[in-house]
């Protein structure tokens, strides 16, 4: 794994620990971004790299979590939250894209253990989104009478059900069903069933 091809993103109004963090990440091979500021963590244009958000939870302007909620709209590297102080309970039971706390100061092992349970969870939420831009970009190859039939295909509707929902004939659906598979590029009915879901399409029931 080269060094440059993972990130971490700190943002802390301590430049001492800005600094101390910084050193650290790079000595242990990631690529180390840190800002005074959450505006600042905003404004960079981040690299299309897995990575690792560790903020501060007692920012200046804004606090931690608050900014955290700002961010859960968007997409943004999960979350190592990090502070000086004792975490309640209430506190880490938060959700959003958040991996979990860290104590100042900051123990080696324990920043490892964090920064690589964020970015292996990173990686796994790019891959969602790159299947679902690619199932996205598919469904839009559909034409417009063919998106009407994917829904009645995958609900299992008999072919003579689903033409009569739709007002075609059964050799219609049948074609449309074909050039279906092959624009969602889907090896069997389960698979398309499977890319349906995933696509949040809605399952159909007949009103006949």
Not at 73 to 87: E, K, M, S
């Amino acid at each position: 794994m080269s060094p440059r091809e993972e990130m971490v993103f700190v943002v802390d109004d301590d430049a001492r620990v800005r600094e101390a963090l910084g050193e650290l990440l790079e000595s242990l091979g990631w690529r180390a971004e840190t800002f005074a500021v959450a505006a600042d963590y905003l404004a960079y244009a981040r690299p299309d790299l897995p990575a690792c958000l560790i903020l501060d939870v007692e920012l200046p302007g804004i606090n931690g979590l608050e900014f955290q909620k700002q961010l859960s709209g968007d997409v943004h590297p999960p979350i190592v939250f990090l502070t000086g102080h004792d975490i309640p309970s209430s506190v880490l039971a938060i959700e959003g894209g958040v991996v979990g706390f860290l104590r100042k100061p900051v123990g080696e092992n324990d920043l490892v253990a964090a920064v690589r349970a964020a970015i292996d969870q990173d990686r796994v939420q790019r891959s969602v989104r790159a299947e679902l831009t690619e199932l996205e970009r598919r469904l839009a190859a559909l034409t417009p009478q063919e998106r009407e039939v994917l829904p009645l295909v995958v609900s299992g509707l008999p072919d003579k059900q689903a033409a009569a929902e739709l007002g075609i004939s059964e050799i219609m659906i049948e074609m449309h069903r074909s050039k279906i598979m092959q624009k969602m590029q889907a090896t069997s009915l389960a698979d398309l069933v499977q890319i349906a879901e995933k696509l949040q399409i809605p399952v159909i029931r007949s009103r006949r």
